[in-house]
């Protein structure tokens, strides 16, 4: 799995998630990535960037995350960006939590959990999901295709486990993916520098295990919202109400 990460500058957990072997056979494009935020991307990840011949990009930040760490890639005619302006509530729900909770790792646990069960319904994922998969429908073989969020983990992660499920990649495989955050993103660099940034924020003091608890991923985060979600087939036929016709489409634009 370490061959599929990128070590870009400024933009964290960057990594291809398609090229899998499929149950029946067949092959994942090796033309899907996935990633945090991109508003810090250097000169040097741009030109990587340019390289992967990107022409979709799914943004699941919210407006007010969009505005904080705007992307360079709306404006990139080249590129159909999807994104929702479903606001959602005035503040993002993490920073409620990182204000107000104990910060104890079973409280941090218990939230991104929670957190988990959501998400496959919140408005704004489950427009941007649609369109995503809508956007993969009508790609080219050649095209690159960019999910993201602001860590590239929870809403990026979900994303990745429906699509590579709906094309057939076996549920072992669709987890690895998954929990490769924890080996991708380099939580050594990252997490003092995010703890500092709290305690000037809110005050807070949060400790090693508990801040790695809430950068990470667990098994039982992607387990809970499964839970949820039940048949992956039918969330995605019934919630995001794609049509049989579209998601034949999508197979046989990323299986080979």
């Given at each position: 799995m370490k061959d599929r990460v990128f070590p870009l500058e400024g933009v964290h957990n960057f990594r291809r998630f398609g090229d899998f072997e499929t149950g029946s056979g067949r092959k994942v494009a090796n033309r899907l990535y996935r990633s945090g935020q991109f508003s810090r991307a250097s000169e040097r990840d741009r030109?990587?960037?340019?390289?992967?011949?990107i022409r979709q990009v799914a943004d699941l930040r919210r407006p007010r995350e969009r505005e904080a760490e705007p992307s360079f890639w709306t404006g990139e005619q080249a590129v159909s960006v999807y994104e929702s302006d479903h606001a959602g509530a005035a503040e993002p729900p993490h920073l409620v939590f990182l204000r107000e909770s104990d910060m104890s790792f079973d409280s941090i646990r218990e939230f991104m959990?929670?957190?988990y069960r959501r998400l496959p319904f919140d408005e704004g994922n489950k427009f941007v999901?649609?369109?995503?998969?809508?956007?993969l429908a009508e790609s080219g073989p050649e095209d690159g295709f960019i999910v993201h969020c602001a860590a590239g983990k929870d809403r990026t992660g979900m994303f990745c486990a429906l699509l590579l499920t709906e094309l057939g990649v076996d549920e072992e495989?669709?987890?690895k993916d998954y929990l490769f955050t924890n080996e991708a993103v380099d939580f050594d660099r990252i997490t003092p520098a995010i703890r500092r940034r709290l305690k000037e924020q809110t005050g807070r003091e949060v400790g090693e295990r508990e801040m790695r608890a809430f950068l990470g991923v667990e098994a039982a985060y992607?387990?809970?919202?499964?839970?949820?979600?039940?048949?992956?087939?039918e969330y995605l036929r019934g919630e995001l109400g794609l049509e049989d016709d579209e998601l034949e489409r999508v197979k046989r634009a990323l299986l080979t």
């Open positions: 030109e990587t960037l340019a390289g992967l011949n959990t929670q957190t999901f649609q369109q995503g998969f809508r956007g495989t669709v987890r992607l387990d809970a919202a499964m839970e949820e979600i039940g048949d992956p087939r």
